[in-house]
């Protein structure tokens, strides 16, 4: 579902109302939630916050762990309006909810990690409204991410998924209730082209339709950071609805890394008296991304990517936003020489991408495809050469629709963000069969036909996925490889780990990809606390042992553009005998102190 994904905002034209709080919520065990009458209201319920995910809040594993289907309800006032059209707006709900207001189906949404906004000016009434969420967390291999669902004898649903980060659900991200224009800004998009001294800007708008069919003026406006306007253009019309120009900017202030210069736009519509129909503002940057040869390149500069691979992920808050944890960690990586990091396995809260515009940090930009390799334990089996079929399997089209939908829609909402350079379209599937090559072409596909500024496309390969096995590197702008020398392979044997990894990038070099390549994941499970003068597997010794290697190798190879470790920090997984309290690679405990290994990571990120 492709709607306006534009970010929430209040302008002269635009009211914003936060349905944020403290909602009914109920579990629905046994799917008797319909003939209870649920979507009217339900009869039976606890508080939960929203946003939030539920199993953090309780104390009972069998809740904590709740698979299926689950409730939300609240009351929301829409205020009286001057024949506006009214919009109710999710920032994501995980994995997929149908929508009632006054017991009505107003609209339904697949997929837990991108914003969905409905229509409910002829569905709601002034005053008064009831809004009930139904919401289904279970994993199958026909949508994003992928798992499955045991069924208990006791007909309890356990959730089995094929990725290492726990199943956190619930209405995740804000819900927002807006007050638009009847004709409005649907969406807009940005690119640059860089000539001396001048950014060429090519903007396109589009406008919602409406029955008085308006002839509507779109201009767009750039304003600099100390306040001086850097362009005022009206737009062509293109089409109906559709508005484009492309504009000169002289000697614009460039954002860069770590070094973020931020223009607002500001696009309006306009009637034919020259009255202010809708206007959106936000902030963009000028900046252009390009892969050359082995190099990526941002304003036509090399950069190295030194930075993490991250999870949405804090104790008590789950996978729910929080402002506080996102500026702890901005901090935490401004702090070791961090510039980039990957949103790790799904698209984040809008707020993070927003944050990194005004740091200067580079995104690499993660669609919820992982799992595709039919394993619960995939981060063990990667590395064994375990072939699954995953993708000779018949619902592999359904999958490949869902997966589809979900790169436009984070395409659709994530574009305009400078700090956004790559889009990563996959985590880890198997990449080794003409079928997953057949998949994937259409995929990226998609991307690039979507992409208004036809930025690098990457995906994180797994060890499998050799030189010379791999069908889908071919595909990649940049290649992203997840490699773990020295942890699931040759762990505790550093020296065979190196010659196993020197061994591969070797192979990678023969193969003369002429492709800039990144690690997107390297890192060792550590206990904070536990020290080793040997350096024993799980010690914070042999986390930096584990990385002196894995720099060396590293270096040695110029195709390497780039470091990001895994993890930021220790997050919550599934339970299992490979887990202890979650996944432990974090250089950050959960709670954003540093293992030894971050002040490693401090005097090679700071001096490179
Ligand atoms: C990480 C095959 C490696 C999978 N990779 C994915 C990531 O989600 C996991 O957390 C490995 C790990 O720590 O095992």
Not at 172 to 191: A, F
Not at 501 to 510: G, N, S
Not at 529 to 540: D, P, R, V
Request: charged content about 25%.
């Amino acid at each position: 579902m492709i709607g306006s994904l534009l970010y929430p905002r209040m302008t002269s034209t635009r009211m914003k109302f936060s349905l944020d709080g403290m909602w009914k919520f109920t579990f629905d065990r046994d799917k008797t939630g319909y003939d209870k009458g649920f979507e009217k209201g339900l009869s039976e319920y606890e508080m939960m916050p929203v946003p939030g995910s539920f199993a953090d809040m309780y104390s009972d594993p069998e809740k904590k762990n709740y698979c299926g289907d689950f409730w939300y309800e609240t009351d929301f006032v829409i205020p009286d309006h001057d024949d506006k059209k009214v919009i109710l707006r999710f920032g994501s709900v995980t994995h997929r909810a149908v929508v009632y207001i006054n017991g009505q189906n107003i609209g339904e949404h697949e997929g837990g990690f991108l914003p969905f906004a409905l229509d409910i000016t002829d569905k709601a009434d002034i005053g008064i409204n009831k809004l009930v969420v139904k919401v289904n967390n279970e994993l199958n291999e026909e949508t994003l991410p992928c798992g499955i669902v045991k069924k208990c004898k006791d007909g309890k649903l356990i959730a089995k998924p094929y990725f290492d980060f726990f199943n956190y659900s619930g209405i995740q991200r804000s819900v927002n209730l807006l007050i638009l224009p009847k004709q409005s800004i649907e969406d807009y998009s940005v690119s640059y082209e860089l000539e001396d001294n001048k950014a060429i800007v090519n903007c396109d708008v589009t406008a919602s339709k409406s029955e008085s069919n308006l002839n509507l003026t779109a201009r767009v406006r750039l304003v600099d950071e100390n306040g001086n306007l850097a362009a005022d253009e009206e737009l062509d019309l293109t089409s109906e609805g559709t508005y484009n120009k492309k504009f000169t900017v002289l000697n614009p202030v460039l954002w860069n890394v770590l070094d973020a210069h931020l223009y607002t736009i500001t696009i309006s519509l306009t009637d034919s008296d020259g009255n202010l129909v809708d206007e959106y503002s936000e902030k963009i940057g000028i900046r252009t991304v390009k892969v050359s040869g082995t190099q990526i390149l941002i304003n036509d500069k090399p950069v190295y990517l030194k930075g993490y691979g991250k999870h949405e992920d804090f104790s008590v808050l789950g996978r729910s936003f929080n402002y506080s944890v996102a500026k702890r960690d901005y901090e935490c990586m401004k702090w070791n020489g961090a510039n980039s990091f990957r949103t790790s396995h799904y698209p984040y809260a809008e707020e993070w991408y927003q944050l990194a515009d005004e740091e200067g940090f580079l995104i690499i930009d993660e669609v919820p495809a992982v799992g595709m390799m039919r394993s619960t334990h995939n981060f063990v089996d990667a590395g064994t050469g375990k072939y699954t079929y995953f993708f000779e399997t018949p619902t592999v089209g359904t999958l490949q629709k869902n997966h589809i939908m979900q790169v436009e829609e984070m395409i659709t909402r994530d574009k305009n963000h400078p700090s956004v350079i790559a889009f990563s379209l996959f985590n880890e599937p198997e990449t080794t069969s003409d079928q997953s090559y057949e998949y994937f072409s259409k995929i990226f596909e998609a991307a690039r036909a979507i992409d208004p500024q036809k930025r690098p496309l990457t995906g994180a390969l797994e060890k499998n996925s050799s030189p010379e096995k791999c069908k889908c590197h071919k595909l990649l702008d940049f290649i992203s490889l997840n490699r773990y020398y020295g942890w699931y392979i040759s762990g505790g044997e550093l020296d065979e780990a190196q010659e196993k990894f020197r061994d591969e990038l070797d192979r990678w070099k023969a193969l003369d990809t002429g492709k800039p390549f990144i690690m997107t994941e390297f890192g060792t499970d550590t206990m904070p606390g536990n020290h080793s003068l040997t350096g024993t597997m799980w010690s914070e010794e042999y986390q930096k042992n584990y990385y002196e290697m894995n720099f060396s190798v590293i270096d040695d190879y110029d195709f390497m553009q780039g470091e990001q470790v895994w993890n930021f920090a220790d997050f919550q997984t599934s339970e299992g005998i490979f887990r202890v309290g979650g996944n432990r690679k974090g250089i950050f405990t959960r709670d954003r102190e540093p293992k030894s290994v971050a002040f490693l990571l401090k005097k090679r990120w700071e001096n490179k």
